[in-house]
């Protein structure tokens, strides 16, 4: 009698799908802020349904379940935090920009007043008159890596508007009667920004109306 060779199992191949589910459920988590992670979790889901559905019907030829399974949770997961989520970046990212803007301003008028008590400084050591440049403060007063940061407005590169400090031409001595009028220091912005620091010659900071406001560039 021949006999008979054991019958051979079919070699299980791990469902594509599945990967897919897993690896999209995964990446859905981390770029949920960025409004990417919903799409992702929502294609997750699917696949790994279809991934399940085609396993269990595979007669062994498919395995995968752990991983679309991880997939499911990780995507559902994603789902059911969008909602939350977007409402509180709804409601509460205005509080935090205009905690932001606060915070910006706050550092503008500090840089201002630095400026300007070393130009009364300068003014003190030259006969009460105030530098022409901003570079006639280098050294005694401040340094240059200081100067130019504080001329800036403190501000912080690709993230806060481009403005600039200058100093503003007017009379010397400064009556008292008009020191709370004469402008020593402005701030130049762009159109964008509504409002811009003037630092008076009695050391007052004001926001005042930015004259560039509205106007479109030339």
Same mark, same amino acid.
């Given at each position: 009698?021949?006999?008979?060779?054991?019958?051979?199992?079919?070699?299980?191949?791990?469902?594509?799908?599945?990967?897919?589910?897993?690896?999209?459920?995964?990446?859905?988590?981390? &770029?949920?802020?960025? #409004?990417? !992670?919903?799409?992702?979790? /929502?294609?997750? =889901?699917?696949?790994?349904?279809? *991934? %399940?559905?085609?396993?269990?019907?595979?007669?062994?030829?498919?395995?995968?379940?752990?991983?679309?399974?991880?997939?499911?949770?990780?995507?559902?997961?994603?789902?059911?935090? &969008?909602?939350?989520? #977007?409402? !509180?970046?709804?409601?509460? /990212?205005?509080? =935090?920009?205009?905690?932001?803007? *606060? %915070?910006?301003?706050?550092?503008?008028?500090?840089?201002?007043?630095?400026?300007?008590?070393?130009?009364?400084?300068?003014?003190?050591?030259?006969?009460?008159?105030?530098?022409?440049?901003?570079?006639?403060?280098? !050294?005694?007063?401040?340094?240059?890596?200081?100067?130019?940061?504080?001329?800036?407005?403190?501000?912080?590169?690709?993230?806060?508007?481009?403005?600039?400090?200058?100093?503003?031409?007017?009379?010397?001595?400064?009556?008292?009667?008009?020191?709370?009028?004469?402008?020593?220091?402005?701030?130049?912005?762009?159109?964008?920004?509504?409002?811009?620091?003037?630092?008076?010659?009695?050391?007052?900071?004001?926001?005042?109306?930015?004259?560039?406001?509205?106007?479109?560039?030339?």
């Amino acid at each position: 009698m021949k006999a008979h060779s054991p019958r051979q199992r079919p070699v299980a191949h791990f469902s594509a799908l599945a990967v897919a589910s897993l690896i999209l459920g995964i990446l859905a988590l981390p &770029t949920l802020l960025i #409004a990417v !992670g919903f799409v992702l979790a /929502l294609i997750g =889901v699917f696949c790994g349904h279809i *991934a %399940l559905t085609r396993i269990a019907h595979s007669k062994g030829r498919l395995r995968g379940r752990p991983a679309a399974l991880l997939g499911l949770l990780c995507g559902y997961f994603t789902i059911v935090l &969008t909602p939350p989520l #977007a409402a !509180g970046l709804y409601f509460g /990212l205005p509080a =935090v920009t205009e905690k932001v803007d *606060a %915070l910006r301003i706050q550092k503008k008028c500090d840089a201002a007043a630095k400026l300007y008590l070393a130009c009364e400084a300068y003014a003190r050591d030259h006969g009460d008159a105030y530098p022409r440049e901003w570079t006639d403060l280098e !050294g005694k007063y401040l340094n240059m890596i200081e100067l130019r940061h504080l001329q800036r407005g403190a501000a912080i590169p690709w993230i806060t508007p481009s403005s600039e400090f200058q100093l503003r031409t007017h009379e010397r001595p400064v009556l008292p009667a008009r020191s709370g009028q004469v402008v020593v220091i402005e701030e130049v912005a762009p159109a964008s920004v509504s409002q811009v620091i003037v630092v008076r010659a009695d050391g007052n900071t004001d926001m005042v109306l930015n004259p560039n406001h509205g106007q479109g560039p030339e």
